[in-house]
């Protein structure tokens, strides 16, 4: 923010005219040579900083400067940094983890990721029903980070050196069923499938019903995919990091429901300069 020097007092300048001729003209930027190096010493660009160090959901960074009072109009330069250890997430695959949308020209977006993005993982598909093929695919998981085409001028730099930036799990797929007979015959539904990673925890699938033995799958963590409902016919396990999902296990009468696909790491990679790229797991695209 500029200032100017006022009776002896610092003002804040918010706008800037210079005559020309006998008509004022507003002034989108203004420079002074200082020792020979000419430097900016007012502009009508947004500033905006924040260094995120408490985890965060569904980060939008458009939605994020209009809260803070922008315009909409006005380009950007926004700095924004992830403390170490610190997860930017997505509660739902629809959402990246971290949104970048597009800015007006001119505009300067720099990110220092030293923690986690996360897309959301994806749901635990259901097991069969008894001797009926009811049960579920998981769900693809979401993607982490997304970055919109950007007007000419605008620039999104991101530095991934120390930290992650990991697709959503896909969810595990729902387990067939069947029937088993030793010296009496059972009834086999099938297990659910376990939710895919993020921290957005991505629910497991439910167990099929019509006999004994099936149990649900398990909720996917910020550490990895839930594990499928272990009894009697398996559900899929949910991926981890970036990863899909595993199938159902078949059985005698129905087969086992395909795990689901893992979320990009990255959506509108061309879009983005790197100066590091870091661990990044999942798609780039």
Same mark, same amino acid.
């Given at each position: 923010?500029s200032h100017?020097?006022? &009776?002896?007092?610092y003002r804040?300048?918010?706008?800037?005219?210079?005559k020309?001729g006998?008509?004022w003209?507003?002034c989108?930027e203004a420079?002074v040579?200082d020792?020979g190096?000419?430097?900016?010493?007012?502009t009508t660009?947004y500033s905006?900083?924040?260094?995120? +160090? +408490?985890?965060?959901a569904d980060?939008?960074?458009y939605?994020?400067l209009v809260t803070d009072?922008?315009?909409?109009s006005?380009a950007?330069?926004?700095?924004i940094t992830i403390n170490?250890?610190?997860?930017?997430?997505?509660?739902?695959?629809?959402?990246a983890g971290?949104?970048?949308?597009?800015?007006?020209a001119?505009? +300067?977006i720099?990110i220092?990721?030293n923690g986690?993005?996360?897309?959301?993982g994806g749901a635990g598909g259901?097991?069969?029903?008894?001797?009926?093929?009811t049960?579920?695919?998981?769900?693809?998981?979401?993607a982490a980070?997304?970055?919109?085409t950007?007007?000419?001028?605008?620039?999104?730099t991101?530095?991934?050196?120390?930290?992650?930036i990991?697709g @959503?799990g896909?969810?595990?797929?729902?387990?067939g069923?069947?029937?088993i007979?030793?010296?009496?015959?059972?009834?086999h539904?099938? +297990? /659910? /499938?376990g939710g895919g990673?993020g921290?957005?925890a991505?629910?497991?699938?439910?167990?099929?019903?019509g006999?004994e033995?099936?149990?649900?799958g398990?909720? &996917?963590?910020?550490?990895?995919?839930?594990?499928?409902?272990?009894?009697?016919?398996?559900g899929?396990d949910? &991926?981890?990091k970036?990863?899909a999902?595993?199938a159902?296990t078949d059985?005698?009468?129905? &087969?086992g429901?395909a795990? @689901?696909?893992? /979320?990009n790491?990255v959506?509108?990679n061309?879009?983005?300069?790197w100066?590091?790229?870091?661990?990044?797991n999942?798609?780039?695209s």
């Amino acid at each position: 923010m500029s200032h100017i020097r006022q &009776g002896g007092t610092y003002r804040e300048i918010d706008a800037l005219h210079i005559k020309q001729g006998s008509v004022w003209r507003d002034c989108s930027e203004a420079w002074v040579k200082d020792n020979g190096v000419w430097r900016k010493v007012f502009t009508t660009d947004y500033s905006y900083s924040e260094t995120i +160090s +408490s985890h965060a959901a569904d980060y939008d960074l458009y939605n994020k400067l209009v809260t803070d009072g922008w315009n909409e109009s006005d380009a950007v330069i926004a700095t924004i940094t992830i403390n170490a250890s610190i997860h930017v997430y997505s509660t739902s695959t629809a959402n990246a983890g971290f949104q970048v949308d597009q800015f007006p020209a001119g505009s +300067s977006i720099t990110i220092t990721n030293n923690g986690e993005i996360h897309g959301m993982g994806g749901a635990g598909g259901n097991g069969d029903n008894y001797n009926s093929n009811t049960g579920t695919a998981g769900a693809a998981g979401g993607a982490a980070l997304k970055v919109e085409t950007q007007l000419s001028g605008t620039t999104v730099t991101v530095n991934n050196a120390a930290g992650e930036i990991n697709g @959503g799990g896909g969810g595990g797929g729902g387990g067939g069923s069947g029937q088993i007979t030793f010296k009496a015959t059972t009834n086999h539904p099938g +297990s /659910g /499938g376990g939710g895919g990673f993020g921290r957005g925890a991505a629910a497991g699938g439910a167990a099929g019903t019509g006999g004994e033995g099936a149990a649900n799958g398990s909720s &996917g963590t910020a550490t990895g995919g839930g594990a499928g409902g272990a009894a009697n016919v398996l559900g899929g396990d949910g &991926g981890g990091k970036g990863a899909a999902g595993s199938a159902g296990t078949d059985h005698t009468l129905t &087969g086992g429901q395909a795990g @689901g696909a893992a /979320g990009n790491a990255v959506v509108g990679n061309s879009n983005v300069t790197w100066t590091a790229t870091g661990t990044r797991n999942g798609t780039v695209s």
